[in-house]
């Protein structure tokens, strides 16, 4: 049974789930009486978790000016995607050959429930579960913590660019042949799809961002799983 969440784990996810699902768009001014009426918390869990999500780079604090949402540009999103292709590949290779059958029956049921391809709340669940078994699997508490990070600035950029994404039902279920990679203990196997599919899925995105017209979230509902650490 999981340990109840404090008052400032409370407002760090609550936060999070603003921030990564565009309910609190990029550049928005942080207003922290709101956030403490409409999530009815204190000042002190509230600063608590900003202050957390400010070292996690979605929230930007200006001396003197305040508190805002970080903004999304594609200089970042190179940046960004530099970066955790090549942790993910690592978090691969650990995972197949550290994972049991157990994260595997996970995973597998987790795709089970692959919805159809409009079902955007679910097929986001779904991506961010798997990607967490495999960190979970790869046995290495340094290399999750970071990747939930960075997975999180990714899903924000996925909410951002949502209506201009055509195949995401697809890219959803690349995740199988990844899982049979794992499975099989297949390391080398298991890093070169998961950098696929993380390369191909981060072009999308920025080909998107560049030519796209301004993406609306089209998701709403509570994709927590996805996107707690």
Not at 153 to 159: F, K, N
Request: glycine share 6%; aromatic share 6%; charged share 25%.
């Amino acid at each position: 049974m999981s340990q109840p969440l404090s008052l400032s784990q409370r407002a760090y996810r609550d936060i999070k789930h603003k921030i990564v699902t565009l309910n609190l768009p990029p550049g928005a001014v942080i207003d922290e009486a709101a956030l403490q009426e409409e999530l009815q918390l204190g000042r002190t869990p509230i600063r608590e978790a900003l202050k957390r999500l400010s070292l996690e780079k979605l929230v930007t604090i200006v001396p003197r000016r305040g508190m805002f949402v970080t903004d999304i540009g594609i200089t970042d999103l190179k940046h960004l995607y530099e970066v955790r292709v090549e942790m993910e590949a690592l978090a691969a290779r650990l995972a197949a050959r550290r994972g049991t059958e157990r994260h595997w029956q996970r995973m597998e049921a987790a795709l089970q429930k692959v919805p159809g391809q409009s079902d955007y709340d679910a097929l986001i669940a779904i991506d961010g579960a798997c990607h967490e078994i495999m960190y979970e699997a790869a046995g290495n508490v340094f290399l999750s913590d970071t990747l939930n990070v960075l997975y999180a600035l990714s899903l924000r950029l996925w909410y951002f660019v949502l209506a201009d994404i055509s195949d995401m039902h697809d890219t959803v279920l690349e995740h199988q042949a990844i899982l049979d990679a794992l499975r099989a203990g297949d390391e080398e196997r298991a890093a070169a799809l998961i950098r696929r599919h993380i390369t191909v899925f981060q072009e999308e995105i920025q080909a998107a961002m560049v030519g796209g017209r301004p993406a609306q979230p089209q998701a709403t509902g509570a994709v927590a799983e996805g996107i707690e650490q």
